[in-house]
Antibody, heavy 120, light 110 residues
Framework: QVQLVESGGGVVQPGRSRRLSCAAS????????MHWVRQAPGKGLEWVAVISFDGKNKNYAASVKGRFTISRDNSKNTLHLQMDSLRAEDTAVYYCARDQFILMTNIEYWGQGILVTVSS | QSVLTQSPSASGTPGQRVTISCSGS????????VYWFQQLPGTAPKLLIS???RRPSGVPDRFSGSKSGTSASLAISGLRSEDEADYYCSAWDDSLSGVVFGGGTKLTVL
């Protein structure tokens, strides 16, 4: 079965960086686009970024563009989110998610999520 | 402010039919598939409806999705206490080149 397991969360100071990782298993990782979605405490879902199956195309939400970088290692079945210049408003549970198709469409599977808290 | 618009709350009694609506625009719902996600308290979202109306394996047929123009709806029939959750609509947005979500509808089973 599809499994997505996030790691790298925790407390980080404003202005600092953090790298999230997502270990994927149970499917052919290189055949799907992948997403990051976040949810601030008590708030709704906010899409963060998407990367194509081959890593060549990446799109970002306006709120993180220029600060966050999505990447993938198809040889290790791993997705990453490099988060720089973190702000208090980036505090959220971050979900790794698999697209339904090889192209960027929408989400079919979600990880369990990992909390990132930006605070001094 | 979410790109897709949902009512913040809905409610019904056990056995009733409830409908949750989602409004968008030509750049998202009008041109791309609608997805619905269910988020039970304290858990990750789960896919409920894909590509406008398709139910993934394991989703009861009490849940159904529909779309017309730039709006979509999720209907839940035979309401059960375990349906109490947050429901989000979503679609790809061609103008933003990304996924957009509704603000979520909190469903209460009275």
């Amino acid at each position: 079965q599809v499994q997505l397991v996030e790691s790298g969360g925790g407390v980080v100071q404003p202005g600092r960086s953090r790298r999230l990782s997502c270990a994927a298993s149970g499917f052919t990782f290189m055949s799907y686009a992948m997403h990051w979605v976040r949810q601030a405490p008590g708030k709704g879902l906010e899409w963060v970024a998407v990367i194509s199956f081959d890593g060549k195309n990446k799109n970002y939400a306006a709120s993180v563009k220029g600060r966050f970088t999505i990447s993938r290692d198809n040889s290790k079945n791993t997705l990453h989110l490099q988060m720089d210049s973190l702000r208090a408003e980036d505090t959220a549970v971050y979900y790794c998610a698999r697209d339904q198709f090889i192209l960027m469409t929408n989400i079919e599977y979600w990880g369990q999520g990992i909390l990132v808290t930006v605070s001094s | 402010q979410s790109v897709l618009t949902q009512s913040p709350s809905a409610s019904g009694t056990p056995g009733q039919r409830v409908t949750i609506s989602c409004s968008g625009s030509s750049s998202n719902i009008g041109r791309n598939y609608v997805y619905w996600f269910q988020q039970l308290p304290g858990t990750a979202p789960k896919l409920l409806i894909s590509t406008d109306y398709r139910r993934p394996s394991g989703v009861p047929d009490r849940f159904s999705g529909s779309k017309s123009g730039t709006s979509a709806s999720l209907a839940i029939s035979g309401l059960r206490s375990e349906d109490e959750a947050d429901y989000y609509c979503s679609a790809w947005d061609d103008s933003l080149s990304g996924v957009v979500f509704g603000g979520g509808t909190k469903l209460t089973v009275l």
